[in-house]
């Protein structure tokens, strides 16, 4: 059984395996003792003012601080000084409320409290499943029992553990090191740097601007692969440019189900741990809403984005804003970084790893968009800075999950020329798979001109004018292998999963073409609902087509048609009944062939098995298709 810990007792990565170690820090607080005295203590607005980080920064310390914005701080009153220095005069509001004050503790992270910020948290929820498969070593103590799923007695630990998880997640408390520890291995929180294009235009620096990260811990089972914990809505940063940096308990309670109801499909994606609520703290939205701090769990939340932030499109400012001037050792750095320890490249010391990272982000993001389409869900903001490196869901925002099946339903009211319609999520992919090759093409070319890996300072001194364009050059030739790689594994992945669907286990080629894509084309003429549809396939059997089974045959094809608007009486229902009678002729064939029912059959008796201990082909096959359509 593994061992549990409370939250700041779970153990951190050596620092080589720890981000704020091996990426560069704003020059503004360039370590950890130099955030706490320079930042937090003289100058927190630093961490809360949008602004623009020095080209080479990847990330900024950033301490949670949910609190309503604009602030209200009050003015002097009338029997006080004069205020002289307004930036002082915020810097020492905020300051008296950061979270400063260490908890005595022995363990490697201490909690530090703040003080004048002291608002009710109320935990909502917690996820079973991504705490087991994530943090099987976090003891949440009586929180189960809290929330009413489960009854156990509350012992004096149980409560502490549970009051510990809340403090902290609520973005009330915060883990960092003690002041006594060496900056080479201190720990404190961050947010990440990234620019991007937002529906096509380019947007500049963007970055994390209401997401921070709290920690990061191996995971008990594999040491090699660590989790990072990052509360979304715990204040602005850095990043935030107009917004408060918070979230509201409705469109986290969206992503948290979300989140959890992907991975149940087998849909990469980044998990949801925890929504801890903050019913005294308004949130100005359409209406005045509650706020809601969401913890959301990942190997890693670094995107495409982040790598154009090193290689981005310069001279425009934007209001908020604006992108710096390359860095070209930035972007190295950040793709050693994503090389070794994120996506865990099998490259050698000192060999080329661009063109790997590329295509690995390609493969993994084509397997991601297929799971999307083959269950019908809308992401609806498909930003290049939306696009995980490591092919996961992310940032569930105006999602949606298709009902009456439309290719080009288009979730999200903002979207207004339908760019990230249903039907077009691949070639988006495929778009911000490109900005990424468009930011690491000189750094390609480079290796491919030296045949190893760029070393520091690779790009500052090109040998002969107009190298760097040589390069950039070079390295866009990778696109169409990069796109080939991405439609093939897409089309693999997304035929795999619609087999499953249509309980199909024979892969024949011909199958999207002569079974899905027709079926898709049905639901879409008869204006039927998606899951509905293949829900009620899971039943299908095929010899309800036989003469004598006509009226079983219509019943069936009736319940198919049920899920669409009321017809336009007998001669609609029988136009449905014919489209349908054909397709099912077509399906009903597939399931029969022998290279299919070989597939089915297995030695024993088996949920499905008739009486007489032979496999029933078509219940089992209805168990299997149940089991992915639900």
């Known amino acids: 059984m593994t061992a549990k810990f409370p939250l700041s007792a779970l153990p951190l990565p050596p620092p080589a395996d720890l981000l704020i170690h091996r990426l ?51 003015p002097p009153g009338p029997n006080d000084p004069p205020v002289l220095d307004k930036t002082a005069y915020i810097d020492s509001w905020l300051a008296a409320r950061e979270a400063v004050h260490e908890r005595p503790s022995n363990t490697v992270l201490r909690i530090h409290d703040p ?46 553990a549970r009051e510990e998880l809340v403090d902290i997640l609520s973005g009330y408390s915060v883990l960092a090191t003690p002041r006594t520890c060496d900056d080479a291995a201190a720990f404190a929180p961050w947010s990440l740097r990234y620019s991007g294009h937002q529906f096509g235009s380019w947007a500049g620096q963007l970055g994390d601007g209401r997401a921070i990260s709290i920690l990061v811990t191996p995971h008990p089972s594999d040491p090699s692969q660590s989790i990072e914990l990052q509360l979304k809505g715990a204040g602005r940063t850095p990043f935030s440019r107009t917004a408060d940096g918070l979230a509201v308990v409705r469109s986290s309670i969206r992503e948290y189900l979300c989140s959890e109801a992907m991975h149940a499909l087998g849909i990469p994606t980044t998990r949801a741990l925890s929504l801890v609520s903050l019913p005294a703290l308004p949130v100005q939205r359409e209406r005045t809403e509650s706020a809601c701090v969401l913890t959301l769990l990942a190997p890693s939340f670094i995107r495409i984005g982040n790598f154009e932030a090193m290689n981005g499109v310069t001279n425009m400012f934007f209001f908020g804003g604006g992108q710096q001037d390359p860095d070209w050792d930035g972007l190295r750095v950040l793709g050693e970084w994503v090389a070794k320890n994120v996506l865990k490249l099998d490259v050698r010391e000192g060999e080329p790893w661009g063109r790997e990272l590329v295509l690995e982000v390609a493969r993994r993001n084509a397997k991601m968009v297929a799971g999307w389409q083959a269950y019908g869900f809308m992401h609806g903001v498909i930003n290049t800075d939306n696009v995980s490196i490591m092919g996961l869901t992310i940032d569930y925002g105006p999602y949606a999950f298709m009902d009456v099946f439309d290719p080009f339903h288009v979730c999200n009211h903002s979207d207004e020329t339908g760019r990230y319609a249903y039907k077009y999520q691949p070639n988006m992919i495929i778009y911000a798979l490109r900005a990424l090759l468009t930011s690491l093409a000189p750094l390609l070319g480079a290796e491919l001109a030296s045949t190893h890996a760029v070393q520091p300072g690779w790009a500052t001194s090109p040998s002969q004018p107009g ?164």
């Open 467 to 630: 190298e760097l364009d040589t390069w950039r050059t070079r390295g866009m030739a990778l696109q169409p292998e990069m796109e080939r790689v991405a439609q093939e594994e897409t089309a693999l992945t997304y035929g795999r999963l619609m087999r499953a669907r249509l309980g199909l286990r024979f892969v024949d080629p011909h199958d999207e073409s002569t079974v899905v894509a027709p079926l898709l084309e049905l639901m879409q003429a008869q204006r039927l609902d998606f899951h509905g549809t293949f829900r009620t396939l899971s039943s299908f059997r095929p010899r309800v087509l036989q003469e004598h089974e006509a009226e079983a045959c219509d019943a069936f094809i009736r319940r198919l048609v049920e899920f669409a608007a009321p017809g336009e009486g007998t001669k609609e229902w029988e136009r449905k009944r014919a489209e349908w009678r054909a397709w099912l002729e077509v399906y009903a064939a597939r399931l029969q062939r022998a290279e299919e029912r070989a597939l089915w059959a297995g030695p024993g008796p088996r949920a499905g098995a008739d009486v007489g201990g032979e496999l029933d082909v078509d219940a089992e096959r209805e168990r299997a298709m149940r089991g992915v359509n639900p």
């Open 115 to 160: 003080r004048l910020r002291d608002t009710p948290r109320v935990l909502l929820a917690i996820a079973p499943s991504a705490l087991r498969d994530c943090l099987p070593h976090l003891d949440v103590g009586d929180a189960f029992s809290l929330l009413g799923t489960e009854t156990a007695p509350a012992s004096p630990e149980a409560v502490s």
């Open 24 to 74: 560069t820090p704003d020059p503004r607080g360039p370590s950890v003792s130099a955030f706490r005295s320079d930042v937090l203590a003289s100058a927190p607005s630093l961490q809360r003012r949008a602004r623009l980080l020095a080209p080479q920064a990847h990330f900024s310390f950033v301490s949670p601080f949910p609190v309503p914005f604009p602030y209200d701080i009050d």
